[in-house]
């Protein structure tokens, strides 16, 4: 791990103008979106948008009275703010080690990631340097044809054209039948399997738009999974943005099944094959999805909720509904209106 000292940081910067404060004796050593972030850690905030239950509008200024960061980039036009809050003696984000107004805090996050994110710990090879290293746990069986550069648990298997990428880690007892990837900074619990061709940790889907044109987010906070989980025959986990995707424990996945980036599941989910969620998607626990549903991005599915057969999800699901149909709705009123729209068919 090397940190990155705030001055490095200022110098990049400099082109921007001033910054709102520093603290000199900062050091960054990773990154997060700004409800997760500590006191290493570079973050963005848009600024005092509505804010939604799932945050897909950003976080409300009042998030930032309690949060201890170390670097925020922040719009330029929240300064008269900053100064009034200022005049009446209260102070922006106090947590917060360094403040950088941009024009465009995202864009500005960006740049910051290719610029620094090789050389701090936000990939999860932290401490020394011998922790993102190859190891194979003696008990555990690799494949002639598998390639392995992360770390492998007690008692795992990792089978014909695997590869394990460097910055990765598996837990003890895992499967990896065939030809299944697993991309860095991924951490894998113990006791999970991967069917042949499973991809977990890939590059999310994920563009915004800068000077007229569509530019590719960076995903490099990878994935973490929890232990007890398997994932069918091809089926795809994308890595996080800032924030790792997140899958808890006793989560158990059919083929073609697509986890988006930034998603975070609770524990004990099912989701049927081709069943899809688009990005920062909230699933609670025990919820299940039959095959061929699909949930759009940042919503939250809560705990225990269904959800039926080609569903399509516009909007987030209560605790323990069943729903069904595009757009997805209570099962028993889609019923309804399925038998309705049959009879004024046969009129």
């Not at 050091?27 to 409800?35: K, L, M, N, R």
């Not at 976080?59 to 809050?85: K, T």
């Not at 795992?156 to 003890?172: E, F, K, N, S, Y």
């Not at 999310?204 to 490099?220: A, K, T």
């Amino acid at each position: 791990m090397k940190p990155v000292a705030i001055s490095a940081v200022l110098d990049w910067i400099k082109s921007e103008g001033a910054v709102l404060r520093v603290a000199p004796s900062t050091e960054i050593t990773g990154f997060a979106s700004v409800d997760l972030a500590g006191p290493g850690d570079a973050s963005f905030w848009l600024g005092d948008t509505v804010k939604s239950a799932t945050n897909a509008n950003g976080f409300a200024s009042s998030l930032l009275d309690n949060v201890c960061i170390g670097l925020l980039f922040v719009p330029r036009s929240i300064m008269p703010a900053v100064e009034d809050a200022a005049a009446s003696g209260k102070k922006f984000a106090p947590g917060v080690g360094c403040i950088v107004p941009v024009d465009n805090p995202y864009h500005a996050m960006v740049q910051f990631l290719e610029k620094f994110a090789n050389s701090i710990a936000g990939n999860d090879c932290a401490g020394d340097d011998s922790a993102g290293a190859p190891f194979i746990a003696p008990s555990a069986r690799v494949h002639a044809s598998a390639v392995v550069e992360g770390r492998v648990g007690e008692n795992a298997v990792v089978g014909p054209g695997c590869v394990v990428m460097r910055g990765a880690t598996l837990g003890a007892n895992c499967v990896l039948e065939a030809n299944v990837t697993v991309y860095p900074n991924v951490v894998v619990g113990d006791d999970c399997v991967f069917q042949a061709g499973a991809v977990i940790g890939s590059r999310g889907f994920g563009f915004y738009e800068y000077e007229g044109r569509r530019r590719p987010v960076p995903h490099l906070a990878g994935v973490r999974i929890g232990r007890g989980c398997s994932f069918g025959a091809n089926s795809v986990v994308a890595a996080g943005f800032l924030s790792p995707t997140t899958i808890g424990d006793n989560c158990h996945f059919d083929s073609f099944v697509q986890v988006a980036h930034n998603c975070r599941l609770g524990n004990n989910i099912f989701m049927a094959s081709q069943s899809g969620l688009a990005g920062s998607v909230t699933v609670e626990d025990d919820v299940e999805l039959a095959g061929g549903a699909q949930v759009a991005n940042h919503l939250t599915l809560g705990k225990g909720c269904r959800i039926a057969a080609k569903a399509g999800v516009t909007k987030s699901i209560p605790a323990g509904l069943t729903v069904s149909g595009f757009p997805a709705e209570e099962i028993t009123v889609w019923r309804r209106s399925m038998v309705r729209l049959r009879q004024m068919g046969k009129k």
